[in-house]
């Protein structure tokens, strides 16, 4: 049995023994009809990050100049960026697109492979896509919550984006297994390096679980439902504009209740 094999089965075994995690009393979420097996992986995930992936990420942050840290940011930002021009197309949002592969080329070329930055002082600012808010704009649901292992917070609908995100990335097409590897390896302790500081605002929380679910899925809302870019607000003003209808005119102003007319008063008796 292979080394990768065991470590595998010893995680299903942690798992599979932190399943008896108690659910809080009170009403459960109807987001998250899967909490106790959440709340058992949460449990898994919340002591492999404390044993082991926090205390690597500060030694990262630590050991690691800034400047480098930036220049590892950019690259994985950068050779990623596919991911959000593939949905830039599949939400049909092609001036965004044009400017995903604009991003793209500027900070290839000139930034170096992508270690510098240079497309963001130019204007071309980071886009923002991903396949869960593809399949959101589609009108897919999201599905009940979930937490992955080692991965942590999702819902049904991110994890397939995610699976097939993974598809768009040049990384995915590499075929030397360390290098896989070992670029996902180093991406993940960066990232973890750069939400260090909240770990204290997540760890003082009453509910700390409770406090990621809602957080995730009220950020994930946003993204699928209100957070339109402001290319894709021109767009839409334009199809109301053709369309005939004006999204900034004002309602006509109510008018006022016609007066009533004064009942007579009866003449006053004569003295």
């Not at 008896?20 to 959440?38: F, I, K, L, T, V």
């Not at 999201?142 to 995100?165: E, K």
């Not at 005119?249 to 006022?256: F, G, S």
Request: proline share 9%; with cysteine; hydrophobic share 35%.
């Amino acid at each position: 049995m292979s080394s990768t094999t065991r470590a595998c089965l010893a995680a299903l075994l942690l798992l599979l023994a932190a399943g008896c995690a108690s659910q809080p009393p009170g009403r459960p979420d109807p987001r998250d009809p899967w909490e106790r097996m959440n709340r058992a992986t949460y449990a898994f995930n919340d002591k492999f990050d404390k044993a082991l992936f926090r205390p690597v990420a500060r030694g990262y942050r630590a050991a690691v100049p800034h400047v480098v840290q930036t220049g590892i940011r950019n690259a994985f930002d950068n050779v990623d960026s596919t991911i959000t021009m593939v949905n830039d197309l599949l939400q049909g949002q092609f001036t965004p697109f044009v400017r995903d592969t604009g991003r793209l080329l500027v900070n290839t070329v000139i930034g170096i492979g992508g270690l510098f930055d240079p497309a963001t002082a130019m204007g071309l600012e980071k886009g923002d896509r991903d396949l869960g808010q593809t399949l959101g704009k589609w009108g897919v649901k999201s599905g009940p919550y979930v937490v992955l292992p080692f991965l942590g917070p999702s819902d049904v609908r991110d994890t397939f984006g995610r699976a097939g995100d993974a598809f768009s990335t040049p990384r995915t097409y590499i075929s030397n297994t360390y290098w896989n590897y070992g670029s996902w390896a180093l991406e993940k302790i960066d990232w973890r390096s750069r939400v260090l500081d909240s770990d204290r605002l997540i760890d003082g929380a009453y509910d700390p679980y409770a406090f990621l679910r809602n957080a995730y899925l009220q950020n994930r809302q946003f993204k699928v439902r209100g957070g339109n870019s402001r290319s894709e607000e021109d767009e839409e003003q334009k199809m109301l504009e053709e369309s005939g209808i004006d999204s900034g005119a004002q309602p006509p102003p109510a008018q006022p209740p016609a007066e009533q007319p004064r009942s007579e008063q009866p003449p006053p008796p004569p003295k």
